[in-house]
């Protein structure tokens, strides 16, 4: 009797995984740090500029009316308590500003929205990590069982497509379960640690229909379904 195989969770799958969670939760982070810290600032900073430029306006009007001189404007300046620099470039150093303003005004509300969101899809990935790290793709002499435990006998496999396996590590088994109803099960070499033993065995039980090489073409739209394709089939393989 051979050998149960039993394939765990590869190093590869769980460093992606932990990857993708760091990623979308720093991403949420910096959305949240902008929406309530970065583009506030730069609101402010916006806001100011526009004071800034109506203030010279105004001062300009004011040096137009017969008889107003700089220093009757330096004395509006003092009572209303307007910025004595007359360059934005020096009022936005006085303040630890950059010398170029802002270019519009920031929404916060978006930075918030996708913050939440890059926060939910890393938990996400996270709580699937979480909930994939015991599972595993096993098989015994004449069947293999999928990481949920649904098993697909050999016997029952008529079609195996390969197309994906040399790029992805991907392989569809096609079979018929109890009641005979047809259903796609997948061995993933990349997530799971040795499947490519278990689709060796499968190959060496099987004689249904096997798709193995594809144009290059038609490799990028391979979908579920069957597009027409050049096969081999256990059956025919000589003849074709």
Not at 199 to 212: K, P, Q, S
Not at 215 to 229: H, L
Request: hydrophobic share 35%; glycine share 6%.
């Amino acid at each position: 009797m051979a050998d149960e195989i039993t394939c765990p969770i590869t190093p590869w799958y769980t460093k992606r995984m932990s990857l993708m969670t760091v990623m979308f939760v720093g991403f949420g982070l910096y959305f949240f740090y902008d929406g309530a810290i970065g583009y506030p600032k730069k609101n402010k900073i916006f806001k100011a500029h526009e004071e800034f430029t109506a203030i010279q306006d105004e001062k300009e009007a004011f040096l137009k009316e017969e008889g107003n001189t700089n220093v009757e404007w330096a004395e509006v300046v003092k009572e209303k308590g307007y910025p004595a620099q007359s360059e934005w470039t020096d009022y936005a150093a006085v303040n630890g500003w950059p010398e170029e303003p802002p270019e519009k005004h920031y929404s916060t509300s978006d930075q918030f929205f996708f913050g939440g969101l890059c926060l939910v899809i890393g938990l996400m990935v996270l709580t699937t990590l979480i909930l994939n790290r015991k599972r595993i793709l096993r098989a015994d002499a004449a069947s293999f069982y999928t990481p949920k435990g649904q098993e697909v006998r050999f016997a029952t496999a008529y079609r195996v497509d390969k197309r994906k396996w040399d790029n992805k590590g991907l392989a569809y088994v096609h079979y018929r379960d109890e009641n005979e109803k047809e259903k796609r099960a997948t061995i993933d070499d990349l997530k799971f640690a040795g499947a490519d033993a278990i689709l060796d065995r499968l190959l060496e039980n099987f004689d249904g229909e096997l798709i193995a090489r594809v144009s290059t073409e038609a490799n990028e739209q391979v979908e579920a379904s069957d597009p027409p394709v050049e096969k081999d089939s256990r059956d025919t393989n000589e003849s074709a």
